[in-house]
């Protein structure tokens, strides 16, 4: 027989079970390591991302309100620089003789007023009216109770104007009213205005937004309100007595009962039983 070629059998190297153990464990070790590096990797920029998006955030913010405290300052500043103008131009108009009654329609002063006027606060066109009262450049007929007839014409005309949220007051509360007696207010917006422990004794609302106004321990004796618009507004517990009433809506208007029963038996709110 020919001779016959015994097969060779492979050898085949076998692994220890603990060995193999071993290499997953070390397999998964380093698998772990290699994330964890690649998440703060991946972190690090982020956290540094945040960090720079906030503070640049608070930058911005700290830039935007020193700016608004900057405008409102300069703001203020200006305002105050108009006022304090006005007030030296009427004193030099007195010295030329620009408010005497022989220079009406008194157009310098008027213009000057109408320009102050518009570039002021409310605070400001508040305290401009208590000035130009006390210089009798408005409300000049020397008026006791408000009921005598209109002899001066006001050398400041206040027709036209914008007052809304202006709030007139007593500097001493109920023990003095504040005198604004006489004064036209015309043709102007007062809406949500306040007159706080104020005489208006005589003064002239006609045709003007008295919307929302509050009427606080105020003397309205002979006031008149000829189409006013009076929506809302509060007369509670002012004067109203001789006080006159014409073309106007007085159902959201909040009177006494005491008042809405004089008025309903007369346009002029007299003392009634």
């Given at each position: 027989?020919?001779?016959?070629?015994?097969?060779?059998?492979?050898?085949?190297?076998?692994?220890?079970?603990?060995?193999?153990?071993?290499?997953?464990?070390?397999?998964?070790?380093?698998?772990?390591?290699?994330?964890?590096?690649?998440?703060?990797?991946?972190?690090?920029?982020?956290?540094?991302?945040?960090?720079?998006?906030?503070?640049?955030?608070?930058?911005?913010?700290?830039?935007?309100?020193?700016?608004?405290?900057?405008?409102?300052?300069?703001?203020?500043?200006?305002?105050?620089?108009?006022?304090?103008?006005?007030?030296?131009?009427?004193?030099?108009?007195?010295?030329d003789g620009e408010l005497n009654d022989?220079?009406?329609?008194?157009?310098?002063?008027?213009?000057?007023?109408?320009?102050?006027?518009?570039?002021?606060?409310?605070?400001?066109?508040?305290?401009?009216?208590?000035?130009?009262?006390?210089?009798?450049?408005?409300?000049?007929?020397?008026?006791?109770?408000?009921?005598?007839?209109?002899?001066?014409?006001?050398?400041?005309r206040l027709n036209g104007l914008n007052?809304?949220?202006?709030?007139?007051?007593?500097?001493?509360?109920?023990?003095?009213?504040?005198?604004?007696?006489?004064?036209?207010?015309?043709?102007?917006?007062?809406?949500?205005?306040?007159?706080?422990?104020?005489?208006?004794?005589?003064?002239?609302?006609?045709?003007?937004?008295?919307?929302?106004?509050?009427?606080?321990?105020?003397?309205?004796?002979?006031?008149?309100?000829?189409?006013?618009?009076?929506?809302?507004?509060?007369?509670?517990?002012?004067?109203?007595?001789?006080?006159?009433?014409?073309?106007?809506?007085?159902?959201?208007?909040?009177?006494?009962?005491?008042?809405?029963?004089?008025?309903?038996?007369?346009?002029?709110?007299?003392?009634?039983p």
């Amino acid at each position: 027989m020919p001779n016959q070629v015994e097969p060779i059998e492979a050898i085949i190297p076998r692994t220890i079970k603990g060995e193999e153990n071993v290499s997953k464990r070390s397999y998964f070790k380093l698998t772990f390591h290699q994330l964890l590096s690649i998440l703060i990797t991946a972190t690090v920029p982020i956290v540094i991302g945040i960090y720079t998006g906030i503070a640049t955030y608070q930058q911005i913010k700290a830039a935007d309100e020193r700016r608004d405290f900057d405008f409102k300052q300069a703001t203020e500043l200006q305002r105050q620089h108009l006022y304090n103008n006005f007030i030296n131009d009427i004193y030099q108009l007195y010295k030329d003789g620009e408010l005497n009654d022989t220079r009406s329609p008194w157009a310098f002063v008027n213009a000057r007023f109408r320009v102050l006027h518009r570039q002021i606060d409310a605070l400001r066109k508040a305290y401009i009216l208590i000035f130009l009262k006390e210089k009798e450049l408005i409300g000049r007929d020397q008026c006791e109770n408000g009921c005598e007839p209109r002899v001066l014409n006001d050398i400041v005309r206040l027709n036209g104007l914008n007052f809304d949220g202006v709030q007139l007051s007593s500097e001493t509360g109920t023990l003095n009213k504040l005198k604004f007696q006489c004064v036209k207010f015309d043709h102007v917006s007062l809406i949500d205005a306040t007159f706080a422990n104020v005489d208006l004794s005589g003064t002239a609302f006609d045709h003007s937004q008295l919307n929302g106004v509050l009427f606080k321990n105020s003397l309205l004796t002979c006031a008149t309100f000829n189409g006013t618009h009076l929506n809302g507004t509060d007369f509670a517990d002012s004067n109203l007595e001789r006080a006159l009433f014409a073309n106007v809506n007085l159902s959201t208007t909040k009177l006494t009962a005491h008042q809405l029963h004089c008025k309903k038996k007369r346009r002029i709110i007299n003392p009634c039983p």
